[in-house]
């Protein structure tokens, strides 16, 4: 296993862009818990303590490409 993991304005960010990608209007954002800031970063809170509680190997995500995360999972097996 390994855990991903990546800055909570960056969720924020792709989250948004999900939303308005798939037709939300501007009022639906303002008010979806799906964008709320403490939220995410209790997400990510969580998993960082899932990822400690079983010793996964944590990867940040925040600004690299797929490609450089897919190429270091590789490289941890």
Known sequence: YVGLTAAPDRLV????????ADNHDGKTL???EY?????IEEEVRNARKMFAK????????TKR????VAA????LY
């Open 13 to 20: 960010h792709i989250r948004r862009n999900r939303l308005r």
């Open 65 to 68: 490409s797929v490609e450089e």
């Open 30 to 32: 303002d008010e979806n």
């Open 54 to 61: 079983y010793g996964w190997p944590v990867i940040d995500g």
């Open 72 to 75: 270091e999972i590789i490289s």
């Open 35 to 39: 964008l709320d800031q403490e939220k």
